[in-house]
């Protein structure tokens, strides 16, 4: 069965410093969305994305975040100046459409030192 | 502002029985409600999805209904194995896109 997978599973990285995370959705997906999960708490939502430009996104994606398709099969969340509270499980997803289910991934943990 | 909660936030129960997971939510204004599982670790895996149009869908030993009026949702699993040990997550996705997550019932299945 097909799969969204995320890279990399963990990622360390030093306080003001940019991460990409990565994320390959389901190939016949149009849908993609990025979520978070600081330990402990809920899943949040940060961003939808449609047709090569946001559709909707989160109070929590401010312009700290970005995100991007830069070729036909990766979605990209880039963080720049992270911060301590930046720390969380950051799980990608994946739809056909709008209203069908959403596929995950694994998730990467980001570590902000 | 929507809310989403789930009671209980923990739930323990012998193999064999049926047990019924709650969800609500303030907003009834939502696109559709979806269910999901998460076990330690990993990333979420999608149960059951209700469109806002309707009542309940089933999937196997899982049976998940919606009543948009009331702000409920509730997801029945039927004859608990201890494979279904997870935490379950119950989300809506409101009219502009967005989505929101309860904070999950952890479920314990003793054998």
């Known amino acids: 069965e097909p799969e969204v997978t995320q890279t990399p599973s963990h990622q360390v990285t030093q306080m003001g410093q940019e991460v990409i995370l990565r994320c390959v959705p389901i190939?016949?997906?149009?849908?993609f969305y990025w979520y978070r999960q600081i330990l402990g708490q809920k899943v949040e939502f940060l961003v939808s994305?449609?047709?090569?430009?946001?559709?909707?996104k989160s109070e929590i994606f401010d312009d700290q975040f970005s995100v991007e398709r830069p070729d036909g099969s990766n979605f990209t969340l880039k963080i720049r100046s992270t911060k301590l509270e930046d720390s969380a499980m950051y799980f990608c997803?994946?739809?056909?459409?709008?209203?069908?289910?959403?596929?995950f991934g694994d998730g990467t943990r980001l570590s902000i030192l | 502002k929507q809310e989403v909660t789930q009671i209980p936030a923990a739930l323990s129960v012998p193999e064999g029985e049926n047990l019924v997971l709650n969800c609500s939510f303030t907003?009834?204004?939502?696109?559709?409600l979806q269910w999901f599982r998460q076990d330690p670790g990993k990333g979420l895996t999608s149960l059951l999805l209700?469109?806002?149009?309707?009542r309940e869908q089933t999937s196997g030993r899982l049976n998940a209904s919606l009543d948009k009026s009331s702000g409920r949702s509730t997801l029945y699993i039927a004859a608990s194995q201890p494979g279904d040990s997870a935490t379950y997550l119950c989300?809506?996705?409101?009219?502009?896109?967005?989505?929101?997550f309860g904070k999950g019932t952890r479920l314990h299945i003793l054998p």
């Open positions: 997803a994946s739809s056909v459409i709008r209203n069908q289910p959403q596929h």
């Open positions: 190939s016949n997906h149009l849908y």
């Open positions: 994305f449609y047709n090569n430009e946001i559709s909707e």
């Open positions: 907003d009834s204004a939502i696109y559709n």
């Open positions: 209700i469109q806002s149009s309707q």
């Open positions: 989300a809506v996705m409101n009219r502009d896109d967005k989505i929101i």
